[in-house]
Each structure stands twice: as structure tokens, then as C-alpha cells.
């Protein structure tokens, strides 16, 4: 399993940006994908979930109307749409896969939210 996460950078407050995370190994289409973020001095944190086919997906409430996920299972690749940044929105965003009871993670993209 490979996920890799692109798409991060420096955006002022207010701005957008999109993450993408590229799958390989695994049947990507036959499973639920999920990206979190881990802001400095704490803990990883879900921002939101999007299932196998993509007709459902799941948000944080502080990400709901801001951010939006979505997939493409041809290009075995997730998105996280984010706008109206804030400061807080600043952390390090990792794509996340459970199969088989194993989480696997990307090696994350750094968002930093900043004027």
C-alpha cells in the first residue's frame, strides 16, 4: 500500500487549496478513504471521510461547508477540497486507508494558513 498527498503550501487566510493522495497497492475502489490532520502540539484529527463508490461522505462539524472530499477511482486518487481557510486550519494533512484492520498512512502535505 502507497498513498502519497500532494497539494499543500502557504495560502493566506480566506484562500483554498487541494490536497490530492495517490492510492497504489490495493483495490482502491473497494474501500472507504480518509484524510485527517494533525495540527502542531496535538493529536491527529479526522476532517472527513468518503466511502467506496463515493455516494457518501463524512465531515469534522469545524469542516462542514468549508472543505469537501471526493475520489476518483479511476485515478485511484482522493481529494480534499478546502476553502475559507483559517489559521487554524493550519497542520499537516495525511491521507488515511484501513483494510483489514491496519490504518495506513501517506506521508502527509503541510498546510500552512498564514498572511
Known amino acids: 500500500v502507497q498513498l502519497v498527498e500532494s497539494g499543500g503550501g502557504l495560502v493566506q487566510p480566506g484562500g483554498s487549496l487541494r490536497l490530492s493522495c495517490a492510492a497504489s497497492?490495493?483495490?482502491?475502489?473497494?474501500?472507504?478513504m480518509s484524510w485527517y490532520r494533525q495540527a502542531p502540539g496535538k493529536e491527529r484529527e479526522l476532517v472527513a471521510r468518503?466511502?467506496?463508490?463515493?455516494?457518501?461522505?463524512d465531515y469534522a462539524d469545524s469542516m462542514k461547508g468549508r472543505f469537501t472530499i471526493s475520489r476518483d477511482n479511476a485515478k485511484k486518487t482522493v481529494y480534499l477540497e478546502m476553502n475559507s481557510l483559517k489559521a487554524e486550519d493550519t497542520a499537516v494533512y495525511y491521507c488515511?486507508?484501513?483494510?483489514?484492520?491496519?490504518?495506513?498512512w501517506g506521508k502527509g502535505t503541510l498546510v500552512t494558513v498564514s498572511v
Open positions: 468518503i466511502i467506496s463508490d463515493g455516494s457518501s461522505t
Open positions: 497497492g490495493f483495490s482502491f475502489s473497494s474501500y472507504s
Open positions: 488515511n486507508l484501513v483494510r483489514w484492520g491496519t490504518n495506513y
